[in-house]
């Protein structure tokens, strides 16, 4: 199983050029790929899950037996997580909810006039689907970027989506799942 690249930076200050040659990025012309994108989208739009699994064979190379990743799955994930890398990933869910709770808004209420007032109340929405990179990259960062947040806003369900690996047996990388 592929490691995760470890940078340390830690007493550093790297030229621009030096982080662009150490940490890789995608580019892309957004225009370039809508002919390819759009169909995708229309599919999924009226077919759901089984037009996804086959546009994961077609691009991922890989058909996974089922949409959902079973919670057995994400269990062994963890339990079989770098220890380092496990210590790594609850220090930055630790850090990013305590940003995030420190965030979090609470009712406001003006009054405009005597007897007048607005109130200005924030609701966390029902559900929200997020997205994990995972072509190019390992980005468990990006799992706790986005369901930390979530969390802490009160988001009642949450559905994280990652790419299909093909070494990994159709499911998403282990360090995504560990992190999920």
């Known amino acids: ?7 340390d930076l830690r007493g ?4 621009t050029a030096e982080l662009r040659a150490a940490l890789p990025r995608g580019g892309v012309d957004v225009d370039s790929v809508l002919p390819v994108v759009r169909p ?5 739009r009226e077919r759901g899950a089984e037009a996804a699994l086959e546009f994961c064979e077609k691009f991922d190379r890989v058909r996974p037996a089922q949409v ?13 997580l770098d220890p380092a890398v496990r210590a790594a ?26 007897g ?8 966390a929405v029902e559900r929200v689907g997020l997205y994990v990179p995972g072509g190019n990259a390992v980005y468990p960062s990006s799992v706790v970027m986005n369901v ?3 969390q802490v806003a009160g988001v009642g369900s949450l ?6 690996q093909e070494q990994f047996g159709g499911l998403p990388h282990p360090t995504i799942l560990a992190a999920a």
């Open 1 to 7: 199983m592929p490691m995760l690249a470890r940078l």
């Open 12 to 15: 550093k200050t790297p030229t």
């Open 40 to 44: 995708v989208v229309d599919a999924v």
């Open 68 to 80: 959902r990743v079973p919670a057995e799955e994400l269990t062994k994930a963890l339990a079989e």
């Open 89 to 114: 990933l609850e220090e930055s869910i630790a850090r990013a909810r305590k940003v995030h709770e420190n965030q979090r808004r609470t009712d406001h209420t003006t009054e405009v006039v005597p």
């Open 116 to 123: 007048g007032t607005v109130t200005e109340r924030w609701v």
């Open 148 to 150: 930390v947040p979530a």
């Open 159 to 164: 559905v994280v989506i990652s790419p299909p």
